[in-house]
């Protein structure tokens, strides 16, 4: 009706005016067809056909709109023989994933009619048969399967997720900015973010901000995030009196997407400890996660605000230097997102139609406030990579490292009936493990059996046997396997010009103790007086018997 013109539909009207009349009665007779014919100027044939179509139509104007004709445009005007050459050239030569150009194609056609002693159909024909292919054929032929993505509609219905925690979406990514080291503020890279969203509130829960590439490690510390309290994080960031984070708990169902750091036996077993339960997004369906993806866009879009920015690729960069302009810390740029993140609780959800935080506060007031984890510690453990080796009489070693505990001599003992232990270890410190009790006691922590060495992550150890390796060295022992991390560490700390590589390593350890780091255990400063009055030394208690 709006798409006819204002002569096309002044002639519905007037056709109307005397169609309708006739089409309303049971019969037409030739004399009222003559009249109405004489009165509109057509056929009585004409007036007879457009009775049929206020009868067949809904009884109203547009039913008499003129028609127009198509002129014959979408059928084929071409021989059979050569309609039928060009859709097996379609098909065979256009639709591979080599991607041949159009006039490829034609050129093909071309020469393989006139061997065939065939016309040879117009360019624009080729054209516009490949332009009616199904646009999905043509990407999944032309493309892959991920491709065929951009033009299909996502389709189903998302799972209905009623209660807070009920489903919990945990995902990484590259973070779009560099961060500088603290010693020299000289640019290190950009870190890595890991973030957890409560689906049905739209509230992260909980967030990790490293310099190691996304692992079982990184997953378990944002998990520690989300079930523990966080007013310790908020006040070691020093953003206590200035936002609270109530949001946390554990959550009933995490939903992942098929990365191999959440199908690790650490966060199947940590998750089946604490009674969580994992579920994944179908292979090649990244849109099942986009709820924390979105989130995630968001977030990227909110850092390319700040100095050092990579933007989200080089065109969109242009000749902005971000190593240049860096000056965020990674502890500086943990607490810039800890706050973006207060912002985004308080801002009101276009899919919600209210805040995050109001959406928590509504339902915590309704079921109450989740229950959070007791120990963050304790909790992180259980997420930790696992290890299993026997115990020897000199406790366990793990990659050419020796860790003993007086607690571990009763498993000693009964060494031979007793199998391999669980052990966790976390690759940021590895100067400690947890070994789980085969009789059910819980995790005993263990420390290294030389108290000297100092605590290191567990890349400076792989890199220490690769260098000990390259020496020729067949044996890797523990003392030289430390004193090559000596050597490593020294070289980093003494070269003047550092490169980002080195910089980078250097901050990847900042969180080690800074008496384990040198090696060096801290004492109390030596008294210059001697004094007159002997020193009596109690005898050791507890002698190891060999």
């Known amino acids: 009706m709006l798409t006819a013109s204002e002569p096309e539909w002044s002639t519905a009207r007037e056709r109307f005016a005397v169609i309708a009349p ?6 037409v007779g030739g004399v009222a067809a003559d009249e109405a014919a004489a009165r509109l100027g057509i056929s009585r044939r004409h007036v007879y056909t457009l009775i049929d179509r206020c009868r067949q139509g809904s009884g109203v104007v547009s039913d008499l709109l003129p028609g127009w004709s198509s002129g014959g445009r979408g059928r084929s005007r071409l021989p059979v023989e050569v309609e039928e050459l060009l859709a097996e050239f379609v098909r065979k030569s256009y639709m591979k994933r080599q991607k041949p150009s159009l006039a490829v194609v034609y050129r093909q056609i071309t020469m393989a009619c006139r061997q065939q002693g065939l016309p040879v159909p117009a360019r624009n024909t080729v054209a516009a048969r490949v332009a009616a292919l199904h646009p999905g054929r043509v990407a999944r032929s032309r493309q892959g399967p991920d491709a065929v993505r951009v033009v299909q509609a996502a389709g189903g219905t998302p ?20 961060v500088v080291d603290e010693r020299d503020r000289q640019p290190i890279g950009r870190p890595y973010l890991t973030v957890a969203i409560d689906v049905h509130s739209r509230c992260l829960l909980g967030m990790v901000l490293t310099l190691e590439a996304p692992s079982a490690v990184s997953v378990g510390l944002c998990l520690a995030h989300v079930c523990c309290d966080k007013r310790v994080r908020l006040e070691a960031l020093g953003l206590a009196n200035q936002m609270s984070w109530p949001m ?6 995490l939903y992942l997407d098929n990365a191999a750091e959440f199908k690790s036996e650490a966060l199947r077993r940590g998750c089946e400890q604490h009674g969580i339960e994992l579920d994944y997004r179908p292979p090649g369906r990244p849109h099942y996660g986009g709820i924390v993806e979105r989130v995630i866009g968001t977030a990227m879009t909110m850092v390319h605000e700040l100095p050092g920015t990579t933007f989200s690729n080089p065109a969109e960069r242009g000749a902005y230097d971000p190593q240049a302009t860096a000056v965020l810390t990674l502890a500086e740029l943990e ?12 801002t009101v959800h276009a899919g919600l139609s209210q805040t995050p935080a109001g959406r928590w506060a509504h339902k915590v007031s309704l079921s109450g406030v989740p229950a959070l984890a007791a120990s963050p510690t304790a909790f992180l453990i259980d997420f930790l990579p696992v290890v299993r080796r026997r115990v020897t009489r000199t406790g366990f070693v793990i990659d050419h490292v020796h860790y003993f505990s007086n607690a571990l001599k009763p498993w000693v003992a009964r060494r031979e009936t007793l199998g391999k232990f669980v052990i966790r270890r976390d690759p940021r410190d590895i100067s400690r493990v947890w070994v789980l009790d085969p009789h059910g006691g819980g995790y005993l922590e263990v420390p290294y059996r030389t108290l000297s060495h100092p605590a290191v992550t567990l890349w400076e150890q792989r890199q220490a046997v690769a260098r000990l390796r390259e020496r020729g060295r067949r044996e890797v022992d523990e003392t030289a396997l430390f004193a090559m991390i000596d050597q490593m560490r020294e070289i980093v700390d003494s070269a003047r010009t550092r490169t980002r590589r080195t910089r980078r390593d250097g901050e990847r350890r900042r969180h080690l103790p800074a008496a384990a780091t040198t090696g060096v255990p801290l004492l109390p400063p030596e008294d210059d007086t001697v004094s007159a009055t002997p020193v009596s030394v109690a005898p050791f208690e507890d002698i190891e018997e060999w």
């Open 248 to 253: 946390g708990g554990k959550p009933r169902q």
């Open 159 to 178: 799972p209905v997720v009623d209660g807070l925690l009920e489903r919990v979406q945990i995902d990484h990514t590259v973070v779009d900015v560099m």
């Open 335 to 346: 607490r810039w997102l800890t706050l973006a993140v207060a912002r985004y609780h308080g």
């Open 22 to 27: 006739l089409a309303a009665a049971d019969t």
